[in-house]
């Protein structure tokens, strides 16, 4: 971990803004926490040391109220209502506001460090000098091509030094080579620009090549990843429009309206629910909407295997089926084709 204070940036493709490296601070966590701990048992201290006073003023102004009728020869019908009085352990107002802005500011750091990426990682991260296992990537997309996200770097010896993904992108990550002083991230591409001889001398992949390649480039489809319930749930009860709205209903609990502020925080949750499940139906109209996978025959290791369409990976050979025209209408639908059905080799790239 580097002590500078300027994280290291990478050269990247154009579509990012910027790429820099960072290490988890576990000791800068174990710090904020224990500063938010301190600050939690001051107010609770100062909210048992004051338990009782709130009642106690109160009690002592409406025993003021009533002395000056008495004395005054206020008639009973006369007198207007007087306020209820607060519970026998409330503590005095300052206490309760240490407790309250304790907490919220608790609250706030943590939903700061969900809404800001950027934030995230100046609390809770540290700027690194140099890549290595362990650390996250920092990546920021070019003005309205999404938010930044920090992503941990992976390793593997095969085709790269290491690799992340983004937006549902992979790249990959080189160390720099002797005339180069930063590494460089790239997206993972297919070889797609060989010479022409290279594609018409394949002979399919061999076993070792199979999972390196799946390792580099994943599976062959694409989908919206379904989050689960609890967790569209969570990041819908952090929006900050949500996050008002139940700040200011527990508003409404510091003047005893208990039974509204329950209500109100139902009806939130209640909303915010059903909304997440028709996030979920909509991302699950959108993946029955692609191609379902099928079987083909693939030329793997000297012999034709039949695997998925999901499975398929770059130099792959792929037996291609010509399927004969439907019959017309009316005609025999048993009749034998007049053609041959034709079988021919595709390289996959």
Known sequence: ???????????????????????????????????????????????VDTSGHAYELALEK??????????????????????????TWSPNAWASAAMFASVSLHVLFYLLCHWKVGFKASML????????????????????????????????????????TFQRQRYEYFDPKEDEEVGEVRLVKSPVDNEISTYLQARGLRGHEVDSLRDRFGD?????????????????????????????????AADDFISYTLMN???????????????????????????KPYPVNVFRSNEWVE???????????????????????????????TEPVAQVAMDIV
Not at 62 to 87: A, Y
Not at 315 to 332: H, I, Q
């Open 125 to 164: 991260f540290s700027p690194a000098s140099r890549v290595s296992e362990g650390c996250y990537l920092l990546v920021q997309p070019q003005p309205h091509r999404g938010q930044a996200q920090l992503v941990p770097l992976w390793f593997n010896d095969d085709h790269a030094d290491g690799g992340f």
């Open 265 to 291: 925080l139902f009806y939130i949750l209640m909303f915010e629910s059903t909304t997440v499940f028709q996030r979920l139906r909509t991302m699950k109209m959108l993946n029955n909407m692609g191609t």
């Open 1 to 47: 971990m580097s002590s500078t204070s300027k994280a290291l940036e990478l050269r990247h493709p154009a579509s990012l803004k910027g790429v820099s490296v960072h290490f988890p601070a576990s000791g800068r966590k174990a710090i904020i926490f224990g500063c938010f701990l301190v600050l939690h048992a001051i107010a609770f201290k100062a909210c």
């Open 220 to 252: 062959n489809r694409l989908q919206v990843q379904m989050p689960t319930f609890v967790q569209c749930y969570r990041d819908q009860l952090t929006t900050p429009l949500v996050v008002f709205q139940i700040f200011a209903t527990l508003l409404w």
């Open 62 to 87: 409406m025993r003021k109220i009533n002395r000056d009728h008495v004395l005054n020869g206020t008639l009973p019908e006369d007198i207007p209502p007087q306020d209820v009085l607060p519970s």
């Open 307 to 337: 695997v998925s369409t999901a499975d398929l990976l770059p130099g792959d050979l792929v037996e291609l089926t010509a399927t004969p025209p439907a019959p017309a209408a009316g005609a025999n639908a048993t009749a034998a084709p």
